[in-house]
């Protein structure tokens, strides 16, 4: 047969069409397309085996619930754990990135002394050096937790000081161990009984306390109405998020908090809104009012509105003493919906001892980049990331979150006691060590973290009170022995006590406190680790939603 | 049954903390890149903050998030898009964007009243080993396409497998809850199957408090917000004279 110039053109012709009509070229161009897509510079998701943990979160003395999505045992999600009594499953917007700080560019891996390397060994034998020549000062960011006990105990056999650094939810709580006699960590804000709260300046729903209390009680009982159960007042000097979402917001001087609590207070007494609970301040209204910026009437408003709808508890963003004077007036200490003692006090050696006296300055982990100890001792900063310049002489890496056994106590504003423990859920990188290590190294015959651990499970279970809140609420009576106390609370749980009696706080204020400057917390109440999840960008960069937090990631 | 997933999102809730923000974007394994700005980052959920434009002591905020509001009617993306990477799922009026096909024209982009869809400006890269970190069953998406809010379709998977392990055909509802609904501490974000009349979200779409944003045009977003606040509501429906973004 002969092949003409004609068939090839139909053939051809016939081919083309019939290529052209069958999924063939659809399918290359879909195969090209996905294979363009998965260049091996692609990073491809984790594989492995999936599970969830429940654990607590340490970036910061709230210890919220954490729900940790694992992958091939590295953690690949971070939620809130409803479970937990306290932060009732929300977390802290940079919470839910945490689980990269893992992996942060910034993470610290190696010893580092005035910015060269260095090894561990040596970094021990300077600070055996330093302990025999002269007192050590340890400073803690998270008091109460078993490595506090270790710093704790180190301090006092060399004859150092222990200092606890407070946040400012601790630090409002200050001014009233003078007057009640029970120490600030003891006490705590019954918020949950409250009717009405003026915040003066505390950013309730921007940072402060534990993020899922304070937002879930306003939630329910304040958002949208215009009569709410809970009334949120908030002083401030300007706009703040809590200001532009509380149902009254009042606009003073700044620096005149302490002149507006005294003008209140003298409304309160003059006016007899209250019973006669302390002394009179020594402001006159229209000193106050001068000071403050606002009208004598506005203040006189104020106070009447405050009492309107009752308990009511005013809150401090620092110790300034004013402030705690006029929940005195308002009857706010010791009674249900004010200031409540969540627990008995413990024999504790936190100092205020002076750090310029000592020879060397160990600070943990716990205590944010930007705290800088006003000393010329040789300082020993321990830290999982480097946050840039810093006055420290060494850097020690720790292990991160997620890779370090520690227990978290009570969060600082909480009106109950709790106690939950957060289990290493990935191995530290080699060459970490957590200061309670680093100086059970140093002290062979201290007790490791893990043993205090157990001391203090067999201390709540001998206690016979309070409950384990995990999937199901277990009475502490119910668990048998110290052992399985502590698998539950290892495994997420966490320890809930008594509620708290509030008649058992009595105070005591004779004189109207004298006015001082404030002094802001060394901590604040905005995130303090010292660098930030990589997805934070969202919220910083690729938003307008914050405003760029300076000194970070730098 | 066919579905249709939506929300509801009560902005007098709403503290604007950004949580929702980043579960979302850890979610979905959505970069952040140093390099990227508001105008080129990827924030399938993006809380704006809104003011009633006064500056003394009357001034009022609030928070607004924003992501792909699953237009129902006439999807101005699925309309405009060549290459047929976006459409609505008959099964669950989930708008689906599908990277494989697209080929980053942004006409979607353009055509979106709502700005819900962000440009894959850059390859997708994080720090070395933190792709250790990324969320399992979330392809990450390459350079040079689309993307936006899919209800955290990788979820419903997981939901839907789930179901269909234990031999059942509709899933559990407690099984498919988005990232940012569980992230929100105050429980602003609710969400739901709106074609099922008992659902709480679908009773909810029909408050009297209950909105959609730019409703005049007609899109028939299933993405609902509530507020009592009136400036908000004129704020959200483009006829806000008096009001003006913060």
């Not at chain 2, 994080?126 to 392809?139: F, I």
């Amino acid at each position: 047969m002969k092949v003409t110039r004609r068939d090839w053109l139909v053939w051809g012709a016939g081919a083309t069409a019939g290529v052209v009509l069958s999924p063939v070229p659809w399918k290359l161009l879909g195969d090209t397309s996905i294979w363009t897509q998965n260049w091996p510079w692609i990073p491809q998701p984790a594989r492995g085996p999936l599970e969830v943990k429940a654990s607590a979160c340490t970036l910061c003395p709230n210890g919220c619930g954490l729900r940790v999505r694992m992958a091939g045992g590295w953690p690949v999600g971070l939620a809130g754990l409803r479970s937990h009594p306290v932060s009732q499953g929300a977390l802290c917007p940079l919470g839910f990135g945490a689980h990269q700080l893992i992996w942060h560019p910034a993470r610290l891996r190696a010893v580092r002394h005035r910015g060269g390397a260095s090894s561990w060994d040596e970094a021990r034998a300077a600070f055996v050096k330093a302990c025999s020549e002269g007192p050590v000062g340890i400073v803690d960011g998270f008091p109460g937790r078993a490595a506090s006990s270790v710093f704790e105990s180190f301090a006092q056999k060399r004859n150092g000081a222990y200092r606890a650094v407070l946040g400012p939810e601790s630090q409002a709580l200050t001014p009233y161990e003078a007057w009640t006699r029970v120490p600030a960590r003891n006490l705590g804000f019954d918020l949950e009984n409250a009717r009405t709260i003026v915040s003066f300046g505390a950013p309730l729903l921007d940072g402060w306390g534990t993020p899922g209390r304070f937002s879930h009680l306003w939630a329910e009982r304040a958002a949208g109405q215009s009569d709410p159960q809970l009334r949120l007042i908030h002083v401030e000097t300007s706009l703040s998020t809590t200001g532009s979402r509380a149902w009254r917001r009042i606009v003073i001087r700044p620096g005149s908090e302490a002149a507006l609590a005294s003008g209140i207070a003298r409304v309160l007494i003059e006016d007899k809104l209250v019973p006669a609970r302390g002394p009179m301040p020594l402001l006159t209204l229209s000193q106050a009012a001068e000071q403050s910026g606002i009208s004598a009437d506005a203040i006189r408003e104020l106070a009447h509105t405050m009492v309107a709808s009752q308990p009511v508890i005013a809150i401090a963003n620092d110790d300034n003493p004013a402030i705690a004077a006029l929940n005195v007036i308002l009857g706010a200490v010791g009674s249900r919906g004010g200031i409540v003692q969540r627990s008995k006090p413990k024999h504790s050696t936190i100092s205020t001892a002076d750090l310029r006296d000592m020879r060397a300055v160990l600070i943990d982990s716990s205590m944010p980049w930007e705290f800088v100890p006003e000393t010329r001792a040789e300082v020993f900063r321990f830290a999982a990331w480097d946050g840039g310049p810093t006055r420290a002489d060494w850097l020690l890496p720790t292990p991160a979150l997620l890779e370090d056994l520690t227990d978290m106590p009570t969060a600082p504003a909480s009106a109950i006691e709790t106690y939950a423990i957060a289990a290493p859920l990935v191995a530290p990188p080699t060459g970490t060590l957590s200061a309670a290590q680093f100086l059970a190294e140093i002290d062979p015959a201290a007790a490791p973290v893990e043993k205090i651990i157990r001391a203090r499970c067999d201390e709540l279970l001998r206690g016979r009170a309070g409950t384990v809140h995990a999937q199901e609420s277990t009475p502490v009576t119910n668990i048998a022995t110290a052992e399985k106390l502590e698998e539950q609370l290892r495994n997420g749980g966490v320890w809930v006590g008594e509620p708290p009696r509030a008649a058992a706080l009595r105070c005591d204020l004779k004189e109207w406190p004298a006015e001082r400057p404030s002094k802001p917390s060394a901590r604040s109440s905005a995130w303090a680790a010292p660098v930030l999840p990589p997805l934070a960008t969202k919220l910083y960069e690729e938003s307008n939603l914050l405003q760029p937090v300076p000194r970070r990631n730098s | 049954m066919s579905a249709r997933y939506g929300m509801v999102i009560d902005l007098d809730r709403c503290t604007g903390c950004g949580s929702c923000m980043v579960a979302c974007a850890s979610e979905n394994n959505v970069p952040s890149l140093p390099q990227a700005s508001d105008r080129t980052g990827l924030t399938p959920m993006l809380v704006r903050r809104i003011s009633n434009g006064k500056q003394d002591e009357s001034r009022r905020e609030a928070f607004v998030p924003i992501l792909c509001m699953q237009c129902e009617h006439e999807t101005p993306c699925v309309s405009v898009c060549p290459q047929q990477a976006v459409e609505v799922d008959k099964a669950t009026g989930i708008v689906m964007q599908m990277p494989q096909r697209c080929l980053g024209c942004r006409y979607c982009m353009t055509a979106c009243p709502y700005h819900a869809r962000y440009f894959n400006w850059w390859d997708p890269a994080w720090p070395a080993g933190m792709e250790k970190s990324l969320s399992p069953g979330v392809a990450v998406r390459m350079r040079g396409v689309v993307e936006k809010c899919n209800l955290c379709h990788g979820r419903l998977h997981s939901a839907q497998e789930k179901a269909a392990g234990a031999g059942k055909r509709e899933i559990d509802p407690a099984d498919y809850v988005p990232a940012c609904v569980e992230a929100c501490p105050t429980g602003a974000i609710r969400f739901g199957n709106l074609a099922d009349d008992n659902d709480p979200v679908s009773q909810e779409t029909h408050s009297p408090e209950a909105f959609r944003l730019l409703a005049r045009i007609g899109t028939e977003p299933k993405v609902f917000y509530k507020s009592k606040e009136p400036w908000v509501r004129a704020l959200a429906d483009g006829s806000g004279a008096e009001v003006k973004r913060g």
